[in-house]
């Protein structure tokens, strides 16, 4: 048992043990959900057990969500920097890069020389890309931090499930205009998951593209170039799923296609309900706020945050990114969803659900305090959602503008 | 030449090194960065919330 002792200033001595040290291994096996169902396909030879992490991420996990509860307990902010320096945390983020190679590889090999159905094949195709997805997560945690390996070891994670340019539109795009009517990875009133990912999934490549693009310019640096990151992990994609249909044939096309695009959903499922409707203000200087705890929607459910590396505790991410995920805080008075990330899908997937149960979460937050000008709202739900609300638009009376 | 701090990840630029990286020069002054510089490593912090931590002869 590894106990963290530090000094107050008081001069007391404080020790903390982090009860979920082991736990966090549940964030590097998740993503091997589809070798689980290969497995139980492979002992009882019944096809619909490739289906299984469907069931474990979308009934589990929330009823586990539901029955654990929550979990608001913070490490004493005195041990945060030995909890930091404990490599075994980012050992964990490094152990899961090759799995998820692993994964998508396995569930190739299986869907291609199994002779199965339609839909376990394209049902197996879902579920690696839901794996690869959590590719996404990971990628997400490493390329956050400042040391070159994790940063290279973010751009081969990401290379998995196609979206080498995340790194890049993720932390120099998405945090700086986090919360913002401009980003296309904030999601905003009235605006339900489908059509923002119509929203985010290009206006984020475009955002990426964009910044990389402004950076070799700058250096002086060909476009296409090995100097361009976005390239640099596309071209481990190219290698990894040209491979794939080289090694297993043409259908290899159909499984990849599906697989890609629900990896990148799980991202867009997460985008959408971590900022849905929240605004960042506009300063006398023209510029919006700085991020803040209250720009970001949280959730403290156990299992869900502990297979997803602490995503869930979101504000305290958002408000400091290079905070290791062993450390990220809750924060008293900030937005919650009502479940952990996987029951919030579902909701999100049924977009009069969502609309219902997180517009009113939305104008009760303290920040709103029920006036639609304090949210981030569709433009083309905007007259609408005034007119049901009752409420004068000031942008349209003051001709208010965004910088 | 000075160096300037990010208070939010500690990021620090160099005007003597510059940032080869990001693309700028050695000897390039923090106040020729663009005005809508963000700090390259955590994005939350903007050009003008940047502390002076070093002034060199």
């Known amino acids: 048992m590894t106990v963290y002792t530090a000094t107050l200033q008081n001069g007391a001595e404080i020790s903390y043990v982090d009860r979920k040290r082991w736990l966090w291994l549940l964030s590097v096996t998740y993503p091997l959900q589809a070798l689980l169902g290969i497995l139980f396909h492979h002992l009882s030879g019944q096809q619909a057990w490739l289906l299984l992490p469907l069931a474990l991420s979308y009934i589990l996990a929330p009823t586990l969500d539901w029955i654990l509860g929550e979990d608001r307990n913070n490490p004493p902010e005195e041990v945060v920097p030995q909890l930091n320096e404990d490599h075994y945390y980012r050992y964990l983020t490094y152990a899961v890069v090759p799995l998820h190679f692993v994964a998508l590889i396995v569930a190739a090999w299986w869907a291609s020389t199994q002779n199965l159905n339609w839909w376990a094949y394209c049902g197996l195709a879902i579920i690696a890309g839901m794996g690869s997805g959590l590719g996404i997560n990971t990628g997400h945690e490493l390329g956050h931090k400042k040391s070159r390996l994790e940063r290279n070891l973010a751009k081969i994670v990401l290379a998995v499930p196609a979206y080498g340019h995340f790194w890049i539109e993720h932390n120099r795009g998405h945090h700086r205009d986090v919360s913002t009517p401009s980003d296309p990875a904030s999601s905003r009133m009235g605006e339900s998951i489908y059509k923002f990912a119509l929203r985010e999934i290009p206006g984020a490549f475009k955002r990426a593209c964009e910044i990389e693009v402004e950076r070799l310019n700058r250096k002086g640096s060909a476009i296409w170039s090995y100097e361009n990151e976005i390239l640099q992990s596309f071209a481990i994609t190219a290698v990894l799923q040209i491979s794939l249909i080289l090694a297993f044939g043409w259908q290899m096309i159909v499984f990849l296609m599906l697989h890609n695009f629900f990896a990148w959903w799980q991202l867009t499922s997460a985008n959408y309900v971590e900022h849905y409707g929240l605004l960042r203000r506009i300063l006398e200087d023209g510029k919006f706020e700085r991020c803040q705890p209250h720009h970001s929607w949280n959730s403290n459910h156990i299992y869900s945050n502990l297979v997803l590396f602490h995503l869930e505790r979101h504000s305290d991410h958002h408000a400091h990114p290079l905070r290791r995920y062993q450390s990220l805080r809750h924060i008293d008075d900030v937005p919650q969803l009502p479940s952990g990330y996987f029951g919030s899908y579902l909701l999100a997937y049924v977009p009069p659900l969502w609309f219902k149960i997180m517009d009113k979460r939305l104008l009760g937050l303290s920040q709103v305090a029920g006036d639609l000008n304090n949210v981030n709202i569709d433009p083309d739900r905007r007259r609408s959602l005034f007119a049901r609300y009752g409420q004068t638009d000031l942008q349209q009376t003051t001709g208010g503008s965004q910088p | ?57």
């Open chain 2, 1 to 57: 030449m000075s160096s300037f701090r990010c208070p939010e990840c500690g990021y620090t630029y160099s005007e003597e090194l510059g940032d080869s990286r990001e693309g700028y020069a050695p000897a390039t002054p923090f106040a020729e960065l663009p005005d809508d510089f963000v700090c390259p490593d955590c994005s939350v912090r903007y050009k003008e919330d940047f502390e002076q931590i070093v002034e060199q002869t």
